[in-house]
């Protein structure tokens, strides 16, 4: 199948290097020419797991293209996905502009019968806007699916290449079928594809990544609940993942979730809500929550020392919002940074992938240093803040031989409190 995807962001270039990996032919279009000079050098521009080498692979076999010619490509194509940014406006509700102007594009180029695919995370109704658009702009028949992304960062390929469900959104026989065609190799452990109005399908997407966020946020409620009682977090948590009806999933306190998808999808819904005159309460809560715990380790910070930390040094371990991602979008790090330099402290840290981006992000504010152990020298106190595997099992020897004040703050509870306190450090966690 001829396929042209829109956008080569995060869910872009997956989507477009994944489809060309089962044989499709496709075209990836972007009007930033450095991300296509890039791409046309074989650099990517994210970091993902497994990414260059799909995408170097299907190039090199011809499936797989670059290019800033939106119509050409719309032309030469039967499908065209539509994977640009939504970014929040300042009320929370989606910024559609992007979108908007793409589908204007797509009905100006068409020759013939296209599908247009909306893969961006879009409010509930945007496929209607999308058919109106498109309608303003040609005479030529099209159809346009509602089909989400459901792919996290660090696993996106696995997610793409092996998935738990697509979800399609469409309402005529010759979409549909045109997308299981499309979705059929993936399918062979059998069929995970969800057929449903479009409305339905934009809903899916939201209310999977609020539902989430939700357990991420109760968990840290409960964990807050924990230290005020003398009840350890980790034995509740173990306790209620034992039960089949809740399971063990994102269930873990820390502080807080961060990245491109759920502070901006919780915002959307409740916008939605609120254009309806309907209160999303819990989302409300769960927002909030999450902008208070991420202020929980800095705090724990300034208590240990007697709320003055002005002149000391800390060494922070982790600048991504997660694991397996350089994506500092909404990380909890940058506010901690923050209130720790507002507070008169000094603040080194280090992180696998995401020094370039922290560099771009943090201009200067922050020493950074790829080896996380010369970040310690001196320092007065180390803060872990995103589990990378490398930071799970360190050296606490060594660490304890290079601070100058022996003490741990633990913000993803991955290190044994009685293994460090044995080593002679003074341990805080989360809920603990």
Same mark, same amino acid.
């Given at each position: 199948?001829?396929?042209?995807?829109?956008?080569?962001?995060?869910?872009?270039?997956?989507?477009?290097?994944?489809?060309?990996?089962?044989?499709?032919? =496709?075209?990836?279009?972007d009007?930033?020419?450095?991300?296509?000079?890039?791409?046309?050098?074989?650099?990517?521009?994210?970091?993902?797991?497994?990414l260059?080498? =799909?995408?170097?692979?299907?190039?090199?076999?011809?499936?797989?293209?670059?290019?800033?010619?939106?119509?050409?490509?719309?032309?030469?194509?039967?499908?065209?996905?539509?994977?640009?940014?939504?970014?929040?406006?300042?009320?929370?509700?989606?910024?559609?502009?992007?979108?908007?102007?793409?589908?204007?594009?797509?009905?100006?180029?068409?020759?013939g019968?296209?599908?247009?695919?909306?893969?961006?995370?879009?409010?509930?109704?945007t496929?209607? *806007?999308?058919?109106?658009?498109?309608?303003?702009?040609?005479?030529?028949?099209?159809?346009?699916?509602?089909?989400?992304?459901?792919l996290?960062?660090? /696993? !996106?390929?696995?997610?793409?290449?092996?998935?738990?469900? =697509?979800?399609?959104?469409?309402?005529?026989?010759?979409?549909?079928d045109?997308?299981?065609?499309?979705y !059929?190799?993936?399918?062979?452990?059998?069929?995970?594809?969800?057929?449903?109005?479009?409305?339905?399908?934009?809903?899916?997407?939201y209310?999977?990544?609020?539902?989430?966020?939700? *357990?991420?946020?109760?968990?840290?409620?409960?964990? /807050?609940?924990?230290?005020?009682?003398?009840?350890?977090?980790?034995?509740?948590?173990?306790g209620?993942?034992?039960?089949?009806?809740?399971?063990?999933?994102?269930?873990?306190?820390?502080?807080?979730?961060?990245?491109?998808?759920?502070?901006?999808?919780?915002?959307?819904?409740?916008?939605?809500?609120?254009?309806?005159d309907?209160?999303?309460?819990?989302?409300?809560?769960?927002?909030?929550?999450?902008?208070?715990?991420?202020?929980?380790?800095?705090?724990?910070v300034?208590?240990?020392?007697?709320?003055?930390?002005?002149? *000391?040094t800390?060494?922070?371990?982790?600048?991504?919002?997660?694991?397996?991602?350089?994506?500092?979008?909404?990380?909890?790090?940058?506010?901690?940074?923050?209130?720790?330099?507002?507070?008169?402290?000094?603040?080194?840290?280090?992180?696998?992938?995401?020094?370039?981006? !922290?560099?771009?992000?943090?201009?200067?504010?922050?020493?950074?240093?790829?080896?996380?152990?010369?970040?310690?020298?001196?320092?007065?106190g180390?803060?872990?803040?995103?589990?990378?595997?490398?930071?799970?099992?360190?050296?606490?020897?060594?660490i304890?031989?290079?601070?100058?004040?022996k =003490?741990?703050?633990?913000?993803?509870?991955?290190?044994?409190?009685?293994?460090?306190?044995q080593?002679?450090?003074?341990?805080?966690?989360?809920?603990?």
């Open positions: 199948m001829r396929i042209t995807v829109v956008g080569t962001g995060y869910v872009g270039l997956v989507t477009g290097a994944c489809l060309s990996e089962t044989g499709n032919h =496709v075209i990836c279009v009007k930033d020419q450095r991300k296509i000079d890039m791409l046309l050098r074989g650099e990517t521009p994210i970091f993902e797991p497994g260059d080498s =799909v995408v170097h692979t299907n190039v090199k076999a011809g499936r797989l293209e670059f290019a800033t010619d939106l119509d050409a490509s719309v032309r030469a194509s039967r499908v065209i996905f539509i994977a640009v940014g939504t970014p929040p406006r300042e009320d929370g509700s989606a910024d559609l502009s992007a979108v908007e102007t793409v589908a204007r594009r797509i009905g100006r180029a068409m020759n019968y296209r599908i247009i695919v909306d893969k961006s995370t879009v409010p509930v109704g496929d209607k *806007r999308v058919k109106e658009l498109v309608s303003q702009e040609t005479q030529h028949r099209f159809s346009v699916v509602s089909n989400p992304e459901f996290k960062e660090g /696993a !996106a390929i696995d997610d793409f290449m092996r998935p738990d469900r =697509v979800v399609i959104g469409a309402e005529d026989d010759e979409a549909i045109t997308m299981r065609s499309l !059929a190799p993936y399918m062979r452990r059998g069929d995970r594809l969800l057929v449903m109005d479009p409305a339905s399908a934009e809903m899916t997407k209310a999977s990544n609020c539902m989430l966020a939700t *357990r991420i946020s109760f968990m840290n409620e409960v964990a /807050a609940l924990c230290e005020r009682l003398g009840a350890n977090v980790e034995h509740v948590r173990r209620m993942a034992s039960d089949q009806r809740i399971g063990e999933h994102f269930l873990f306190p820390g502080v807080g979730f961060g990245g491109s998808s759920f502070p901006k999808d919780l915002l959307a819904l409740v916008h939605m809500g609120q254009e309806i309907h209160r999303m309460t819990i989302l409300e809560s769960v927002t909030a929550v999450n902008a208070q715990q991420k202020r929980v380790l800095a705090e724990k300034k208590r240990h020392f007697g709320g003055d930390i002005s002149g *000391r800390f060494a922070l371990w982790g600048l991504a919002f997660k694991p397996g991602t350089d994506d500092m979008r909404e990380a909890p790090a940058l506010e901690i940074i923050d209130s720790l330099l507002e507070a008169g402290a000094t603040v080194r840290a280090s992180d696998p992938v995401a020094l370039e981006v !922290a560099g771009e992000l943090l201009k200067g504010k922050v020493e950074l240093s790829e080896d996380p152990y010369a970040i310690l020298d001196r320092a007065d180390l803060l872990l803040v995103t589990e990378w595997n490398a930071f799970r099992s360190p050296d606490f020897d060594r304890r031989d290079s601070l100058k004040e =003490v741990l703050f633990d913000g993803r509870n991955v290190w044994d409190r009685r293994f460090v306190e080593h002679g450090f003074t341990y805080y966690g989360i809920g603990r």
